[in-house]
């Protein structure tokens, strides 16, 4: 960060500066011109978040230093980027429409499911094969079995798919048969599984962890583009709170704040946000309201029978319902739904 002072600042106002940021816990560097003085700060800018330095006597401009997440930043890339997974785009003006189970069950019920949010007007499936889940004992998944129904099923009903890959040694598998590779919420911060992803040429879904900043999201983001990989696509997906009344907290100003730091498409999941059914259409609303490049929703047509994340299901009607009126929200705020 850099400190310029008013031409006419004072000696002792600049003191007053110095020993400021010293007593913050951070070193300067003055540098006195003919005209300006200069105040490098040396050390731990986090520290200096709350801190408001604009209003110490004497201060003309604060000036901070690009911030870490250098690829994933405005700076480096004021436009929007839009990411394309096999013809469907997200970001720069195009809402994209992820829909399907939590887990892929097998081909008859994903093949009635990718059927009914296709004519709903989802455009790409979603579905796990390796399922990240809190108990050992819970249902893991059908690994590769699953990660050739699904793509059998997306390429019957013409739709791109999405899948999520826990473990870096797995990356490779699921880089074959997927057209975008989800890394969760659990995973946010799985730095090798991250690496793994960015030497892909796959785009990537990166859900946010449940207790994770924007900006940790943005450096986990940063990992993947530094291996060369652009296409990271973001997920509000909810965060840890103290009220037990949903799965999670839906924190919807993550979707404009993270595009005030950064140019990649983020999309909102109001299934796991909430875990709730009846909240799932007010807050897929909201994100969309907010900004959202996207909508991830689980639908399920027998959430009693599901092998994971059930009660959180919207069966295919009342998917059809959102996402009628997501598609007149998008009319509403100028987006574009990629036709398949
Ligand atoms: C999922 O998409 O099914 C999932 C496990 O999501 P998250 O990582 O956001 O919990
Ligand atoms: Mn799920």
Redesign the pocket.
Known sequence: MIIILKSGATDEQVDHVIRRIEELGLQTHLSRGTFRTIIGVIGDESKLQSAPLQAIPGVAEVIPVPPPYKLASKEAHPEPSIVDVAGVKFGGGYLGMIAGP?AVEGFERLDQIAGSIKAAGANVL?G?AF??RTSPYAYQGMGEEGLKILREVGDKHKMPIVT?VMDPRYVELVERYTDMI?V???NMQNFSLLTEVGRTKKPVLL?RGMSATIVDLLMSAEYILSQGNPNVVL?E?GVKSFDTSTRNLFDVAAVPAAKGLSHLPIIV?PS?ATGRPDLIPACAFAGVAAGADGVHI?VHNCPEKAM??GPQALLPEQYAAVAAQIKELAKLFNKTISAL
């Open positions: 939590c979603r796990g399922k990240p999520e989800q969760g919420a659990r859900k997920c997906r999941d796991h689980e994971s994340d």
